[in-house]
């Protein structure tokens, strides 16, 4: 055989070795372990820095595709335990509900990683806007004419977040009339979850909603900036805020339970039938690091350090070195 024909079998041959042992370098890096779909379900207030970190998570796992799905924390808890659906990752605006109602039969534990707070949201065209502060806020929206939304409290933390803002408000004003007039207003603008509010509030069927901070920053609305004793987002009035407390849908139509008010923190957790847990402990890594802070604080939320709550029964050993003791 000719010196060329032996030179270009060996060639060919060489070429089919790489193909066979994988010559790409991204097919040999821990990103690329990771594949298939990633299943997110998130509370509504974080469907901007989650939508953030999904797309920075698939640009470092190409092979992943993440899948996020926004709804209240209440009705995406239901989705699991209810409807049992598949899931890889959960994440509620308030940690107590992984607590009560997936640990431990769905999930064994439970991160708290973000803060947030309650606000006031409206439009610079809403009833009243050239005049509402602070101080006022509460006297204006119970103004005839005025309409205020809310979320149901049955699906959405930050539904049942208004109602103990409100009882606490009562307190703070010396209004005792103050949180029953409220709930008793403009009931027909109460809806699902939140971020269901932008649209009345943005078309102007609403003049104002009770919200969290980090939407409205999210979306460069005006808002006002509720004291400190009552938009439930200072540790520091964390005994004052526990002084109200309300009940809200459990896991079943029949089934009630009582959330005492305190500071916001969010939680997230990877449910016991994940099909996909090793993109889905990743992808914690991520939202808990460095690129993941700076998503939520440029969101207008709080970054915590990492903690596990009180509920959980055991922690996945590549997130023990993120959490704080």
């Known amino acids: 055989m000719r010196k060329p024909d032996l030179l270009w079998l060996s060639l060919v041959g060489l070429f089919l070795l790489l ?21 997110v379900f998130h509370a509504g207030s974080l469907s901007v820095p989650f939508k953030e970190l999904a797309d920075s998570f698939m640009v470092i796992h190409p092979g992943v595709k993440v899948l996020t799905e926004s709804a209240g924390s209440l009705a995406s808890i239901r989705k699991i335990t209810d409807l049992k659906k598949p899931c890889d990752l959960l994440a509620s605006a308030d940690f107590t509900l992984i607590d009560q109602l997936m ?33 006022n806020w509460h006297r204006i929206l119970l103004l005839p004419g005025v309409k205020t939304g809310r979320s149901d409290p049955d699906s959405d933390p930050c539904g049942y977040r208004t109602v103990l803002s409100l009882k606490l408000a009562s307190t703070y004003y010396q209004k005792a009339d103050l949180y029953k007039e409220m709930m008793n207003k403009d009931k027909q603008y109460i809806r699902p979850k939140e971020v269901d509010l932008l649209a009345l509030l943005e078309s102007g069927t609403i003049d104002y909603i009770f919200i969290y901070k980090s939407v409205a920053l999210q979306h460069k609305l005006p808002f006002v900036e509720l004291p400190p004793e009552i ?8 005994e004052f805020y526990s002084t109200v407390s309300t009940q809200v849908a459990g896991n079943t139509p029949d089934e009630k339970i009582t959330v005492k008010g305190e500071p916001m923190i ?5 449910p016991e039938k994940a099909p996909n847990k090793k993109a889905a402990l990743a992808f914690i890594e991520l939202l808990m690091g460095p690129t993941g802070k700076q998503i939520l604080m440029r969101s207008g939320q709080t970054p915590l350090s990492p903690r596990t709550s009180q509920k959980t029964i055991r922690l996945p050993e590549t997130l023990k070195n993120l959490v704080r003791e």
């Open 19 to 39: 193909a066979s042992q994988g010559c790409n370098p991204k097919k040999q890096s821990p990103a690329g372990e990771l594949s298939g779909e990633l299943i």
């Open 231 to 238: 938009n439930l987002g200072s540790y520091d009035q964390r």
């Open 266 to 270: 969010y939680g997230i957790t990877v």
């Open 103 to 135: 640990i431990p039969e769905y999930a064994s534990w439970n991160l708290q990683f973000a803060g947030n707070e309650l606000a006031v949201v409206y439009q610079p065209q809403s009833a009243y806007a050239a005049e509402i502060n602070a101080g």
